[in-house]
């Protein structure tokens, strides 16, 4: 099965799901669909890169885990966005964009 | 914050890993289920979106795994495995572990030891605020030579009162300069008990100052205290406080009779301070302040001054050389040819021990290599055997870091193994070293293992591990697994390198082996001759003891002291005479081995141009029959040779040789134009100070015309020596019950004590040697057994080729022969490119003894040999059809 997250940009995975948890409170899985989503089939995350993230954001105290109860009487992790979080993503959507337009530039030349 | 939460999260997935693992569980089983519903949602019968669900998780447990290594934790928890691991291993191989942590231990154990040693004597700070600021001053003889009646002595000298007032005027290199009088007086102390001599020291008032010291009751000396007329007072020792005083915690300012003279004690100095020299008791120094009033001759002061911060021991050198040269101009009579220098306490203190103790650990470092490479043989044999399981694990997918690590873990496993071991073995023997080495070498009471000799075991025994784990670990990941899987295990492919570094670690072994052996065969043989060298007398059966007659009692104007010291002594003669068991009994001022030694220049009637070096000795006539001294010519001396008679002195066969190479000395006069002494005998050489060194010419004189200062008194006694000490003892006491009998001890232990430094370094490089010895045994037999097992395949065909077993022991006793003949001639090599070290060490024997050199090699390569032949002997055992099948 072909794993489209490893096409991402190195650390982009990282920036990803802060993105994404900057809207709301979401589970594992709904991250990954989200991504996929907006992205409109481009990245599908695939779990063995999904959790490793969870668990470095986690540590690095971005994000915070929150057990919360399903419709089927089960619980399920969410993760929410800590103030830190918040800003870095601000400093990461920052430098995302000079690189961008850098990388932008370098290939406009090329051509 | 973030290595905080890092940490506590690191820990939880360690210590509450079942929760942990639990919660991971259920967010990816909500993971599949949020992922079924999704694809329900699209069109999916249930059976199907669980499929595709699992098809796009993969692996559950790749992911988990994924997830676990993400943090340090899994790190660390590979690293247990590991070391689990190792440790299985190492209880799989219980005869392997044992000899590599016995080996790492016993070298470990013998260098933390000397380490310990070492560390207290030349590193550990002395005692004093401030001690690398502490320096001693000195004079310095320009013209000095060596003295042959004084071998011990150098060029530098103690100073005079005008002296060390110039130096301590130099306040811009000192901050203080204290003093105190060059040899320690005996105090006789008396009591309700049994009187007692103490050595106390005559210091300046600020010598504590100087040295940083204060006393833990009263206060030390006050400034002026060291003036004439204000010394009255004392400092205790704690010792001697405790001892006669019960600890009196009221002491100052009581008053203590010292010598027939009443002091009041001001303080008591804290337990183990002995400045210089096991003092127990200080009084001031009388210094006469009118410089004027002072020789520069009488240079009988021990400086010792605190440098200014910043000030070098150099720069301090400098100033004292300046003061020198104007010294040697302006007093040219008395300070002509005197220098000065500054030499560090510690090094003062130390004298040539420093040396020595670099010797030996130079020694142990030997030891530690030869465990070492023991270590490294054994890991590099044992990794060519595990080359088949290294594969296997690579072949399941262990990275080649993995694979190094656990190689790594293994062998540090082993070294910290050894390095406890190691350290349970040092802690005994420092307390064995101190005990054997006490009286020889200074600062070695306080010994014990401290926190330095712990790291630097552990350093010895994780460099040992590391250097042993690198070369069969690199071996290992380089490994090919394809080759490695498809060899038969125990076949003896791709060992050929791992068996030449094996032989190259044995040769080196045998040759450091071979170095501590030759060295410790010297000290041996030095031992042999200083145990068996002619004294000169006989030092069997002989008790000795020190009596001084206090002058206050005795007198102190001379003529006084002779008459009613005679007659004290004539009575003690008389009465021990008498005692059983004493079968003749004599006094002499200065004897052999006591530590005391006195000189003069004599010259002779008719050659008045020429002097001639002597030592005095004061006995009376029964010493030399007593001491089993004989009489060349002439006649020893009588009851006769006394005031009423002529003036008689007896010499030994060196200074009459010296002196009458070819003529008979008796009759002759010599001593000075004002007296001169009749020469009535001439008898052998007695050895003095030092076992090593042939007696210095001496003159004798009867004591009944010449009355000693001290005097010692021997007895030549039918049984064990020790046994009369009582009853002498109280036959003095009979005739004055307050005069102390000091120093009792036989001939014989005198002796040793003069042994006990040569008797200390010998044994230690002998412990050195033989534990080198044995490693290098086992380091031999390690390597043959090794190859033996790997050669068992083709052992097996040549015995079924019809090879006897004869053929077979010579040829696996041979190649280990071939390797310790290497390694004894690079040892001996080596021994003597290295005899510099020994030289001031050795008696009677040259560092180049053929004969020690054939003995140790011949030992060692006995051991080796022997090695070689037990492997060889098992490997003639094999049944050539069970050896034909291993495969």
Known sequence: MPDKASGLVQGTLDMLILRTLALEPMHGYGIALRIEQISRGVFRVNPGSLFPAFRRLERAGWIKPEWRPTENNRRAKYYQLTERGRKQLKTETAEWGRQIAAITRIMEIAE | ?887
């Open chain 2, 1 to 887: 914050m973030s290595i905080l939460r890092n940490l506590t999260s690191g820990l939880r997935a360690l210590f509450h890993k079942q929760e942990v693992e639990q919660e991971m569980d259920e967010e990816l089983r909500g993971y599949l289920d949020a992922a079924m519903k999704e694809k329900m949602r699209s069109g999916m019968r249930p059976e199907q979106a669980l499929r595709a669900a699992r098809v796009e998780m993969g692996s559950l447990d790749a992911v988990k795994e994924e997830i676990r290594s993400n943090g340090w934790e899994s790190t660390l928890e590979t690293l247990w495995q590991d070391l689990r691991y190792g440790l299985r291993q190492l209880r799989r191989n219980p005869g392997f572990t044992a000899v590599a942590v016995i080996t790492l231990a016993l070298g470990i154990g013998a260098s933390t030891a000397l380490f310990s040693v070492v560390n207290s004597v030349l590193l550990r700070p002395l005692p004093y605020k401030d001690p690398d600021r502490l320096v001693m001053l000195f004079e310095k003889d320009k013209t000095f030579r060596v003295d042959t009646l004084q071998p011990d002595r150098n060029a530098l000298m103690s100073t005079s009162i005008p002296g060390l007032l110039d130096w301590r005027a130099r306040t811009d290199v000192f901050d203080e300069v204290g003093a105190y009088f060059w040899f320690p007086s005996r105090f006789v102390f008396t009591s309700a008990r049994e009187p007692e001599e103490v050595f106390g020291g005559k210091v300046t008032a600020n010598l504590f100052t100087v040295l940083g010291v204060q006393p833990i009751l009263g206060r030390s000396f006050l400034p002026g205290e060291d003036r004439p007329g204000e010394n009255d007072k004392v400092l205790l020792g704690y010792g001697f406080w405790q001892r006669r005083f019960n600890s009196d915690p009221g002491i100052v300012g009581k008053s203590a009779a010292l010598s027939g003279r009443t002091y009041t004690v001001v303080g008591v100095m804290p337990p183990g301070f002995e400045f210089p020299r096991g003092e127990q008791l200080w009084i001031p120094y009388a210094l006469e302040i009118d410089p004027n009033k002072q020789s520069r001759n009488a240079k009988n002061l021990e400086v010792i001054a605190r440098l200014k911060a910043g000030v070098s021991v150099e720069q301090a050198e400098t100033v004292l050389k300046t003061l020198a040269a104007v010294s040697e101009q302006r007093f040219p009579s008395q300070q002509k040819n005197w220098t000065a220098a500054v030499v560090p306490l510690r090094q003062h203190l130390m004298g040539d021990t420093r040396a020595r103790l670099l010797l030996l650990f130079g020694a142990t470092g030997f030891v530690v290599l030869i465990a070492c490479s023991n270590l490294a043989n054994m890991l590099l044999a044992r990794g060519v055997l595990r080359t088949r399981e290294l594969a296997m694990r690579a072949a399941l997918g262990a990275g080649r870091f993995r694979l190094l690590r656990q190689v790594i873990v293994e062998t540090v496993l082993l070294a910290v193994l050894g390095g406890a071991a190691g350290l349970a073995i040092a802690i005994w023997a420092v307390r064995a070293l101190v005990a054997l080495g006490s009286a020889t070498v200074p600062q070695l009471q306080g010994v014990h293992p401290d926190w330095r000799v712990l790291s630097f075991a552990l350093g010895c025994s994780l460099t040992a591990g590391a250097v042993s784990a690198l070369v069969p670990a690199l071996r290992a990941s380089r490994t090919d697994v394809n080759e490695a899987l498809k060899q038969t295990p125990g076949a003896s492919a791709a060992s050929g390198s791992a068996r030449g570094l094996g032989g190259a670690l044995v040769v080196s072994e045998l040759a450091l082996a071979l170095v501590l052996l030759a060295g410790a065969g010297l000290m041996v043989n030095t031992m042999a001759h200083l145990y068996t060298v002619d004294l000169g007398f006989q030092p069997q059966n002989l008790l000795t003891m020190r009596i001084t007659l206090p002058a206050y009692k005795y007198g102190e104007i001379w003529r006084i002291y002779a008459v009613r010291a005679g007659a004290f002594f004539d009575q003690v003669l008389e009465r021990v005479k008498a005692l059983p068991g004493v079968r003749s009994a004599a006094l002499i001022d200065t004897l052999p081995f006591s530590g005391v030694q006195s000189g003069t220049d004599i010259i002779v009637e008719g050659r008045v141009q020429e002097t001639f070096a002597t030592h005095t000795r004061v006995a009376t006539s029964g010493y030399f029959k007593t001491m089993d001294i004989p009489l060349r010519v002439g006649r020893f001396f009588t009851e006769q040779d006394n005031n009423a008679t002529a003036p008689v002195a007896i010499i030994n066969d060196t200074l009459a040789r010296q002196v009458w190479p070819n003529d008979n000395p008796i009759g002759k006069h010599i001593g000075s134009p004002e007296k001169w002494l009749t020469i009535v005998g001439v008898v052998g050489a007695a050895r003095h100070l030092r076992l090593d060194l042939p007696a210095g010419p001496e003159t004798y004189r009867p004591q009944a015309q010449e009355v000693g200062g001290e005097m010692f008194l021997v007895l030549r006694t039918s049984g064990n020596p020790t046994r009369l000490a009582p009853a002498v003892r109280s036959q003095i006491w009979s005739i004055d019950k307050d005069q102390p009998v000091e120093d009792v001890r036989t001939m014989e232990d005198r002796i040793a004590g003069y042994a006990a430094a040569q008797r200390f370094y010998t044994s230690l490089l002998g412990i050195f040697a033989a534990l080198a010895l044995a490693l290098a045994g086992v380091g031999v037999y390690g390597v043959n057994s090794y190859s033996v097992s790997q050669r068992r395949h083709e052992l097996g065909i040549r015995m079924a080729l019809g090879a006897q077993r004869t053929d077979i022991l010579n040829l696996v006793v041979g190649q280990g022969f071939k390797l310790t003949l290497i390694g004894v001639i690079v040892g001996v090599a080596g021994a003597l490119a290295l005899r510099r070290f020994l030289s001031g060490l050795l008696y009677g024997v040259k560092p180049t003894d053929p004969l020690t050199f054939v003995l140790v090699s011949l030992i060692l390569t006995a051991i080796a040999l022997l090695a070689c032949y037990i492997p060889a002997r098992r490997a003639t055992k094999v049944d050539p059809m069970v050896a034909l099948r291993y495969e």
